[in-house]
T-cell receptor, first 112, second 117 residues
Framework: DAKTTQPPSMDCAEGRAANLPCNHSTISGNEYVYWYRQIHSQGPQYIIHGLKNNETNEMASLIITEDRKSSTLILPHATLRDTAVYYCIGVISNFGNEKLTFGTGTRLTIIP | EPEVTQTPSHQVTQMGQEVILRCVPISNHLYFYWYRQILGQKVEFLVSFYNNEISEKSEIFDDQFSVERPDGSNFTLKIRSTKLEDSAMYFC???????????????FGEGSRLTVL
């Protein structure tokens, strides 16, 4: 699985868009980019994932560069409840052996 | 919305005691996992389980650990003789994996905090 690199921390004003970058320059062609978050000490929560195309769901948008070496998670209107550690993880689909390798992530703080 | 439930939420035990952590995965899920997170550290993979057997395990998952799906709903993690360094939050997760493009979508429980004294 590709090693991912994320900034250790970021702040964002409440109501603004939070843009969280991730570098994954060694990602392989069949490796998906998954984003999870962990609010305080709760269980990690799936946010979104993508392979090549940009993706959007009710929680966030994911922008993947054309060369797939980096991506950005966008929370369009951040709220205080979005304060969490965000993890960018490369996943090669293996039907059950999805051993997610969590890094240290980005600690996002939403400021009132 | 269906969710993964874990019990107990917090367990305190003496070193050397056996501990069983219980999980009820989402009902139509096929793959089950245990992860752990020592306070202040990364979330670490322990083991994955499918079709009543271990699919993969990490080097953390040594002989003192075992997993079982004793009935159609529960998934348990047993730690045979707890050590101080087993103190951590243990997360159970499950997934469906019937679609190759969603196989990394794991649903995690809220965790069981284990404190070994």
């Amino acid at each position: 699985d590709a090693k991912t690199t994320q900034p250790p921390s970021m702040d964002c004003a409440e109501g603004r868009a939070a843009n969280l970058p991730c570098n994954h320059s060694t990602i392989s062609g069949n490796e998906y980019v998954y984003w999870y978050r962990q609010i305080h000490s709760q269980g990690p929560q799936y946010i979104i994932h993508g392979l090549k195309n940009n993706e959007t769901n009710e929680m966030a948008s994911l922008i993947i560069t054309e060369d797939r070496k980096s991506s950005t998670l966008i929370l369009p209107h951040a709220t205080l409840r979005d304060t969490a550690v965000y993890y960018c993880i490369g996943v090669i689909s293996n039907f059950g052996n999805e051993k997610l390798t969590f890094g240290t992530g980005t600690r996002l703080t939403i400021i009132p | 919305e269906p969710e993964v439930t874990q019990t107990p939420s917090h367990q305190v035990t003496q070193m050397g005691q056996e501990v069983i952590l219980r999980c009820v995965p989402i009902s139509n899920h096929l793959y089950f996992y245990w992860y752990r997170q020592i306070l202040g550290q990364k979330v670490e993979f322990l083991v994955s389980f499918y079709n009543n057997e271990i699919s993969e395990k990490s080097e953390i998952f040594d002989d003192q650990f075992s997993v079982e799906r004793p009935d159609g709903s529960n998934f348990t993690l047993k730690i045979r003789s707890t050590k101080l360094e087993d103190s951590a939050m243990y997360f159970c997760a499950s997934s469906r994996t019937d679609r190759v493009d969603r196989t990394g979508e794991l649903f995690f429980g809220e965790g069981s905090r284990l404190t070994v004294l």
